[in-house]
């Protein structure tokens, strides 16, 4: 069974990776759409690194308890 902490982080990475609804890009020019994606890439890797951290360490905390 998986940690509630990992389904919300795995649930935050497939929400980061999905494409901005066009509304979103409407009115931004050029710069802004390239700053958009920018934050959007740097979601995501927070978002990645984040779950990365949780797997490594709580789970292997949790793993040496219950052996």
Do not use: W, Y
């Not at 999905?18 to 710069?31: A, M, V």
Request: hydrophobic share 30%.
């Amino acid at each position: 069974m998986q940690c509630k902490i990992c389904t919300q982080l795995e649930e935050a990475v497939a929400t980061s990776e999905r494409p901005d609804p066009p509304s979103i890009l409407l009115g931004l020019n050029e710069p802004g759409i390239r700053n958009r994606d920018r934050q959007k890439e740097e979601l995501q890797i927070k978002v990645k690194t984040e779950l990365e951290k949780h797997k490594r360490s709580f789970h292997k905390i949790a793993d040496r308890s219950v052996s």
